[in-house]
């Protein structure tokens, strides 16, 4: 936490960026509008958050509060997050569920930090749970999600604690 309250997102808190948008915005430098991304990994949510950039100050509003269908306490759900067009990917990295694949069992909890990502597709103005990955290979201390990516419809997801012999 920072002193005002406010939780880091990526090195700079989250009240330094919308000071950074506003200063821009005054500048008259762009108009766009945009998803800020404010994760929070402690209680496995995600806030959305539409920013329009215009002159003379952008407007911010709430556009979507996402968070994982098997939330679990400290499972870093959102320490690292993707957005393509409608889709968005967010890693979970210490997630313990012990399924491989797509949309396994989210119940189980027989592997400590195995890791997950979960998609998200957006439909207007509203998201909806639409994926949950899990590494073929599961294993504990996997960190499966730990680093995403998304560019049309590929999804990369980063393990980097796999430490198996199984072949790529």
Same mark, same amino acid.
């Given at each position: 936490?920072? @002193?005002?309250?406010? #939780? /880091?997102?990526?090195?700079? @808190?989250?009240?330094?960026? !919308?000071?950074?948008? +506003? $200063? #821009?915005? #005054?500048?008259? +430098?762009?108009?766009?509008?945009? !998803? $800020?991304? &404010? ?6 949510? !995600? ?7 215009? =002159?003379?100050? @952008? ?7 996402? /968070?994982?269908?098997?939330? *679990? ?14 889709? !968005? $990917? ?11 694949? &797509?949309?396994?069992?989210?119940? =189980? ?9 979960? &998609?998200?597709? +957006?439909?207007? $103005? %509203? ?15 996997? %960190?499966?999600?730990?680093? &995403? ?8 997801? *980063?393990?980097? #604690?796999?430490? %198996?012999? =199984?072949? *790529?």
């Amino acid at each position: 936490m920072q @002193p005002c309250g406010c #939780r /880091k997102w990526g090195q700079a @808190p989250f009240h330094e960026m !919308l000071r950074n948008i +506003r $200063v #821009r915005a #005054r500048m008259g +430098r762009a108009t766009a509008t945009f !998803l $800020v991304m &404010v994760p929070d990994p402690m209680l496995s949510n !995600l806030l959305l958050l539409a920013a329009a950039l215009t =002159s003379p100050a @952008p407007q911010v509003t709430q556009q979507a509060y996402a /968070k994982a269908s098997n939330t *679990g306490s400290q499972d870093n759900f959102a320490g690292a997050v993707a957005i393509s067009g409608n889709t !968005l $990917v967010v890693g979970s990295t210490f997630e313990d569920s012990a399924a491989a694949g &797509v949309n396994g069992d989210q119940s =189980s909890n027989a592997s400590a930090n195995a890791g997950a990502a979960y &998609v998200f597709i +957006r439909n207007g $103005v %509203s998201w909806s749970q639409q994926a949950y990955l899990k590494a073929s290979n599961p294993e504990t201390n996997d %960190s499966f999600g730990q680093a &995403v990516a998304i560019s049309g419809d590929t999804i990369v997801i *980063g393990a980097p #604690r796999e430490d %198996s012999a =199984s072949p *790529g």
